[in-house]
C-alpha cells in the first residue's frame, strides 16, 4: 500500500507505528496486534519510542509482510533501516 501523504498508522504483530508523510516522521509505539498466527509475541522497547524521529523515505506497508524504514534514529544524519515484524493493518488518520 503506498502511503500518500496525511498520517498513517501502520499495526505490526509486535509495535505500531505513526507514519506521518507530511511531516516525514515515524512514531513507534510498544505493542501490536499480536502474532497473525495466533501464537505469543514478545513485546520489546526500542530507542526513541514514543518519539517522532525523521523519516528519510515513506514506507510502502503490505500486509502479511514486514516493512522497511529508513530513519534517522541517532539524529546525526546516519540512516538506520529499521524492520518491522508482519504489518497486521494500515489505517490512514488523517
Known sequence: MELTGGEWEVVTETSTYIVDVDAMTATRLAGGAGSLDGALVPRFEL???GTA?????VPAPVVGRQCDLLLDIRGDGIATLRRTSLVCHV???R
Request: hydrophobic share 45%; charged share 25%.
Open 91 to 93: 489505517t490512514q488518520l
Open 47 to 49: 530507542r526513541r519510542d
Open 53 to 57: 524521529v525523521p523519516l528519510w523515505a
